[in-house]
Structure formats: structure tokens, C-alpha cells
């Protein structure tokens, strides 16, 4: 077997290794270290202290289930002292748990995935070849799904702070995997010291066998093969099988990482607050749900009923009051009003907008709803810059694979595909038809540019401009036609004029 490079020379042990994810602290001393020399010039480089976190802890807190506010450590019950039988028990407190990081999540992704994914041929100049190449690539581009791949992929991103796409060609087809830790893989990416691209990619996960042991595995491809390891008894790494050649130039994977963490990040405190809160809240409520009765005074005789509830008190004493707790009036407001700002300033610190109150029958302009929906609009023209080569790395590798399925391999090579996100945002359907018509009549925009972004907006098809040409083209054939037609009629009818006039 020919020796594999990047595998052969580095062990499991090596692959397996991984930057941190973190979350900077507040410093021990607000004004950075002491100095005795004020001559001595000092740049720290380890000034910024930070905690570890790990992907685990960003499952726990997009799950609901799991959230801070079920922890017993985190939000003791309350505890008191059964009179009857002299012991300390706890009383369950209320608690609630909210679904801020799935929202959050969906407002953004959909902010930035909204519309389909663009496709635009860098040429010199637009030629009806470099447009049959584009169409021929979209048409692949959607029969494999590859919205869907960059869609689990930006959704796992989104969740666990990385991600990875797989394109792979078996037996002359195209297909495509995504690993993520949201799926049960821990991945490991090495990078090109020079470069910075991927090079290598390791992928650990669990599975069991007929007799319910776990068994490791880690996949491992790099620039020429894929192979996989699988831990022995003895807890030692072996090559699991034999190593097969994936057919790409480079390493066929595109793998992206968030370093801040999930998109609820920036909110994680605040929604914790907010959890706690709006359990405090639930619990004052509780106490109160149903009204406590008091008695002051002496020799009461309480008659009950046959389920305990008191049903007459009697008293010899004058001054002997019965009445019931009402709670504190502006407590309700206030904690209310504490939750809406909680609220408010969750879905801020996240850039994700709250879908606003629309009375019945108005109608908006466009341009309002893009004021209402701004937050969310820049922030995925943000992350349509970050993600960019990420979705090149994608489009490259597809291309490829698709040009070796179809046998256009050269043709595909001859021109550079390049994609793009265009940020969604809510609009009328008729504004932007009417706004590309305009544009069109105008001569400001052209009618294929006009055809593309009708296109990317879910009108048309990946060829539609070629429909377009081909219509065109049956239109002033059937149009030559019918003149020739006319003339030869013409001449049948009167040759002498026909005649004369030629």
C-alpha cells in the first residue's frame, strides 16, 4: 500500500488535538499590573484572562431541558421543618426555562439563509458558453441539495461554534456529509501553517457493537486519502479497514469556526437572569394563587369541611379578626416590567428582532420593514462576510466533483463560479417585481442581471435566461416566418403588382 503523507506521519494522539473555546473574565486588578520602575516598558501578553467552555455546555444551554435554571445547585428549593415528624424537607420551587438560543438561532439563520444562495460567473466578459457553465452548475447545485448541506451546516455552526462540509465522490457521484458536534462528532482541524487552509481533518465519534460497547472511531482525511482509526481493547489506536484514495486535488473539506461561541452568546448571562427572574416571579405568584387565610384573636373553633377547607370560625372574643393576605399591589407591575427589558435586551444583545405588531389592514413600505428588521439585517450582511470563504471552499469542492461526474471537468475549470449571500428581509413580492421592472426599463439594469436576482428571490429556474434566448429566438423565427408567408401569398394573389414592385 502506498504510504498515506499527512496521515502516515502524524499518530492519532497528534490529530487529536484542538483550540479551546473560552470566555474572557473580568481581570483581578482593574488597573493591570503594579510597576516599581516607571522606566521599565512592559507589553503583557497573557493579559486577558480567560475560562475554558466546551461544546457540551453550548448543547446544555440551547436545550431547554437542560438550562441553569433545572439545576438544584444553581436555584436550591427552599427548605423547612415538618413539625409533625421533626425533619428538614424541601419544598419544590417553580421553575421555568425558555427557549431564547432556539429562537435566536432560527431569526438568524433564516436572516442569513433566507434567499437561495447566489451563483455569479468572474469571466473577462459574459459569454453564452460562461452562461451555459452557470446554468449547468445550478442545475447540479440544487439536484444534490447542496442548499441543504450549507443550510445543517450553518445550523450546527450556529449551535456548537463549528462545522464541517464533506464532499466526496463514490463510484462517478457527487455527494456531500456534515459533521458536527450537534450530530456526536468532536472535530479536529489542521491548517496550513503559510496558507491557513485546511489540510487535515480528523473527525472522532462513538458507536456500539452487538454486544452494547462503545467503540471509538476517528476519521481522518487529508490531501489524497480518507482512512479511519478504531480503538482496540488495549485503548490503542489501529488503522480500521484500508485507507481509499478520495480523488480531490486537495483535502475535500471545508470546515468553519465560530471563536465567540454560539449566536446566543452575547445574551447567555442575560437569559440566565431572565430564567431566574421569571421562576422568582412564578413562585411569588404561586404563594398567592390561592389567598391564605388568618385569624387574630383567641378560643377559635374552625369548622371544616370534608376536604379540610374551613367552612365556619367561631370566637367568644370581641376583638377577634379573620381575614385573608392579599399581596402587595405594584409588585406584579414591577417584575413585569423588569422581564420586558430582560426580554428586549436578550433579543438585542443577539441581533435577532422580535417579529413586531402589525394592526390589520395597514400596508408598510419596504423600506419600513427594513427598519423594523435592521438589527437583524446588518448582522447577517456581517456574517455573509465571514462565512464567505467557507462557501467558496464549498462551491469549489462541488464544482469539482460534479465537472468529474458529468465529464466537464475542463469546462468548469475554465471559469470561476463564484457564490454569495444576499441577506433576507421581509418584503412584498410586488415590490421587488416591480422595482426589477423598473430598473429594467429604465436601462439601469440588464435582463439577465434582472433574470439572476429573480432567480436568487425563488422566481425562475437555474436556466431561465436561456429560456428566455430560446423564446426570443422561436419568437422571430415564427415572425420570418409568417412575413414569408405573407409574401408568397401576396404573389399568388396579384403577380403583376408583385411583380412591378420587386
Same mark, same amino acid.
Given at each position: 500500500?502506498?504510504?498515506? @503523507?499527512?496521515?502516515?506521519?502524524?499518530?492519532?494522539?497528534?490529530? !487529536?488535538?484542538?483550540?479551546?473555546?473560552?470566555?474572557?473574565?473580568? @481581570? /483581578?486588578?482593574?488597573?493591570? @499590573? =503594579?510597576?516599581? $520602575?516607571?522606566?521599565?516598558?512592559?507589553?503583557?501578553?497573557? %493579559?486577558?484572562?480567560?475560562?475554558?467552555?466546551?461544546?457540551?455546555?453550548?448543547?446544555?444551554?440551547?436545550?431547554?431541558?437542560?438550562?441553569?435554571?433545572?439545576?438544584?445547585?444553581?436555584?436550591?428549593?427552599?427548605?423547612?421543618? %415538618?413539625?409533625?415528624?421533626?425533619?428538614?424537607?424541601?419544598?419544590?420551587?417553580?421553575?421555568?426555562?425558555?427557549?431564547? &438560543?432556539?429562537?435566536?438561532?432560527?431569526?438568524?439563520?433564516?436572516?442569513?439563509?433566507?434567499? %437561495?444562495?447566489? !451563483?455569479?460567473?468572474?469571466?473577462?466578459?459574459?459569454?453564452?458558453?460562461?452562461?451555459? =457553465?452557470?446554468?449547468?452548475?445550478?442545475?447540479?447545485?440544487?439536484?444534490?441539495?447542496?442548499?441543504?448541506?450549507?443550510?445543517?451546516? #450553518?445550523?450546527?455552526?450556529?449551535?456548537?461554534?463549528?462545522?464541517?462540509?464533506?464532499?466526496?465522490?463514490?463510484?462517478?457521484?457527487?455527494?456531500?456529509?456534515?459533521?458536527?458536534?450537534? +450530530?456526536?462528532?468532536?472535530? #479536529?482541524?489542521?491548517?496550513?501553517?503559510?496558507? *491557513?487552509?485546511?489540510?487535515?481533518?480528523?473527525?472522532?465519534?462513538?458507536?456500539?457493537?452487538?454486544?452494547?460497547?462503545?467503540?471509538?472511531?476517528?476519521?481522518?482525511?487529508?490531501?489524497?486519502?480518507?482512512?479511519?482509526?478504531?480503538?482496540? $481493547?488495549?485503548?490503542?489506536?489501529?488503522?480500521?479497514?484500508?485507507? &481509499?484514495?478520495?480523488?480531490?486535488?486537495?483535502?475535500?473539506?471545508?470546515?468553519?469556526?465560530?471563536?465567540?461561541?454560539?449566536?446566543?452568546?452575547?445574551?447567555?448571562?442575560?437569559?440566565?437572569?431572565?430564567?431566574?427572574?421569571?421562576?422568582? #416571579?412564578?413562585?411569588?405568584?404561586?404563594?398567592?394563587?390561592?389567598?391564605?387565610?388568618?385569624?387574630?384573636?383567641? +378560643? !377559635?373553633?374552625?369548622?371544616?369541611?370534608?376536604?379540610?377547607?374551613?367552612?365556619?370560625?367561631?370566637? /367568644?372574643?370581641?376583638?377577634?379578626?379573620?381575614?385573608?393576605?392579599?399581596?402587595?399591589?405594584?409588585?406584579?407591575?414591577?417584575?413585569?416590567?423588569?422581564?420586558?427589558?430582560?426580554?428586549?435586551?436578550?433579543?438585542?444583545?443577539?441581533?435577532?428582532?422580535?417579529?413586531?405588531?402589525?394592526?390589520? *389592514?395597514?400596508?408598510?413600505?419596504?423600506?419600513?420593514?427594513?427598519?423594523? #428588521?435592521? $438589527?437583524?439585517?446588518?448582522?447577517?450582511?456581517?456574517?455573509?462576510?465571514?462565512?464567505?470563504?467557507?462557501?467558496?471552499?464549498?462551491?469549489?469542492?462541488?464544482?469539482?466533483?460534479?465537472?468529474?461526474?458529468?465529464?466537464?471537468?475542463?469546462?468548469? %475549470?475554465?471559469?470561476?463560479?463564484?457564490?454569495?449571500?444576499?441577506?433576507?428581509?421581509?418584503?412584498?413580492?410586488?415590490?421587488?417585481?416591480?422595482?426589477?421592472?423598473?430598473?429594467?426599463?429604465?436601462?439601469?439594469?440588464?435582463?439577465?442581471?434582472?433574470?439572476?436576482?429573480?432567480?436568487?428571490?425563488?422566481? *425562475?429556474?437555474?436556466?431561465?435566461?436561456?429560456?428566455?434566448?430560446?423564446?426570443?429566438?422561436? &419568437?422571430?423565427?415564427?415572425?420570418?416566418?409568417? &412575413?414569408?408567408?405573407?409574401?408568397?401569398?401576396?404573389?399568388?394573389?396579384?403577380?403583376?403588382?408583385?411583380?412591378?414592385?420587386?
Amino acid at each position: 500500500m502506498k504510504p498515506i @503523507p499527512e496521515i502516515g506521519k502524524m499518530t492519532p494522539e497528534q490529530i !487529536m488535538r484542538k483550540k479551546p473555546f473560552v470566555v474572557p473574565i473580568p @481581570p /483581578s486588578f482593574l488597573w493591570g @499590573p =503594579i510597576l516599581n $520602575d516607571k522606566n521599565i516598558s512592559v507589553v503583557p501578553l497573557n %493579559n486577558v484572562k480567560t475560562i475554558t467552555r466546551s461544546q457540551a455546555d453550548f448543547i446544555c444551554e440551547y436545550n431547554v431541558t437542560s438550562h441553569l435554571i433545572n439545576s438544584i445547585k444553581y436555584y436550591p428549593n427552599s427548605v423547612y421543618i %415538618n413539625q409533625s415528624e421533626g425533619k428538614y424537607q424541601a419544598k419544590v420551587r417553580s421553575r421555568i426555562a425558555i427557549g431564547f &438560543q432556539e429562537r435566536i438561532k432560527t431569526k438568524r439563520k433564516t436572516a442569513l439563509l433566507g434567499n %437561495n444562495i447566489g !451563483m455569479k460567473v468572474i469571466a473577462n466578459r459574459t459569454s453564452q458558453k460562461a452562461e451555459d =457553465i452557470l446554468s449547468r452548475y445550478r442545475e447540479g447545485w440544487e439536484a444534490h441539495n447542496m442548499e441543504i448541506a450549507v443550510d445543517r451546516a #450553518f445550523d450546527s455552526d450556529y449551535i456548537t461554534a463549528d462545522c464541517a462540509v464533506y464532499v466526496y465522490l463514490h463510484e462517478g457521484k457527487t455527494g456531500w456529509r456534515v459533521f458536527s458536534y450537534n +450530530d456526536g462528532d468532536i472535530l #479536529f482541524p489542521h491548517f496550513h501553517p503559510l496558507t *491557513g487552509e485546511i489540510v487535515l481533518l480528523g473527525r472522532k465519534y462513538w458507536s456500539e457493537d452487538w454486544d452494547g460497547n462503545r467503540v471509538c472511531y476517528l476519521d481522518v482525511v487529508d490531501d489524497q486519502y480518507f482512512a479511519t482509526y478504531r480503538q482496540d $481493547d488495549n485503548a490503542k489506536w489501529v488503522l480500521d479497514g484500508t485507507p &481509499q484514495a478520495h480523488g480531490f486535488p486537495y483535502c475535500p473539506v471545508s470546515y468553519h469556526r465560530r471563536n465567540s461561541g454560539p449566536v446566543w452568546a452575547s445574551s447567555q448571562p442575560l437569559i440566565d437572569g431572565y430564567e431566574l427572574a421569571i421562576s422568582q #416571579f412564578a413562585e411569588n405568584n404561586a404563594a398567592y394563587a390561592l389567598r391564605i387565610l388568618y385569624t387574630l384573636g383567641g +378560643d !377559635m373553633e374552625v369548622l371544616a369541611n370534608t376536604d379540610g377547607t374551613p367552612a365556619r370560625i367561631d370566637s /367568644s372574643d370581641a376583638s377577634a379578626k379573620v381575614g385573608f393576605l392579599e399581596p402587595a399591589e405594584g409588585a406584579d407591575g414591577a417584575f413585569a416590567k423588569q422581564l420586558e427589558i430582560m426580554e428586549k435586551n436578550i433579543m438585542r444583545g443577539s441581533f435577532a428582532v422580535e417579529t413586531p405588531e402589525i394592526k390589520s *389592514g395597514s400596508d408598510m413600505s419596504s423600506l419600513t420593514v427594513k427598519m423594523l #428588521f435592521a $438589527d437583524s439585517f446588518t448582522k447577517a450582511i456581517e456574517d455573509s462576510q465571514e462565512y464567505q470563504p467557507f462557501l467558496d471552499r464549498v462551491a469549489a469542492l462541488f464544482r469539482y466533483a460534479y465537472g468529474v461526474e458529468t465529464g466537464r471537468a475542463s469546462e468548469f %475549470n475554465d471559469f470561476i463560479i463564484k457564490p454569495y449571500l444576499a441577506p433576507y428581509v421581509f418584503m412584498s413580492e410586488s415590490d421587488i417585481v416591480n422595482s426589477l421592472v423598473q430598473l429594467t426599463a429604465g436601462g439601469i439594469l440588464s435582463r439577465q442581471t434582472a433574470t439572476e436576482i429573480a432567480y436568487d428571490t425563488g422566481y *425562475g429556474t437555474a436556466e431561465e435566461w436561456n429560456r428566455i434566448l430560446a423564446e426570443a429566438h422561436d &419568437q422571430l423565427v415564427a415572425e420570418q416566418q409568417a &412575413q414569408q408567408g405573407q409574401q408568397a401569398q401576396q404573389q399568388k394573389e396579384n403577380p403583376v403588382n408583385t411583380s412591378r414592385n420587386e
